[in-house]
């Protein structure tokens, strides 16, 4: 099995529930994701399935992270301007 395509899954997975630096490690698990498949394709190891499944968490992670952010930041707005 690929190291970096089980490291891109547990990065992946970890940026779903660690919030703001959950974006950081989904860049990371994006990061770590295509450089498993690439060396995948050339070396015909197995986790090309782990790989993919950390891409698709890491992409998913940073969706939902940079939605927690605009959504305090636009909370912060509302609340402080109210009044």
């Not at 919030?19 to 990371?28: M, S, Y």
């Not at 950390?54 to 959504?71: E, H, R």
């Amino acid at each position: 099995m690929n190291q970096k395509a089980i490291t891109s899954l547990t990065l992946g997975i970890m940026s779903l529930f660690i919030p703001i630096v959950g974006l950081i490690l989904g860049i990371l698990g994006l990061v770590y994701a295509n450089g498993a498949l690439k060396s995948i394709s050339y070396t015909s190891e197995d986790g090309k399935k782990a790989a993919v499944a950390g891409k698709i968490c890491s992409i998913v992670g940073i969706c939902v992270q940079v939605g927690v952010i605009l959504l305090a930041a636009l909370g912060s707005i509302f609340f402080f301007t109210v009044g």
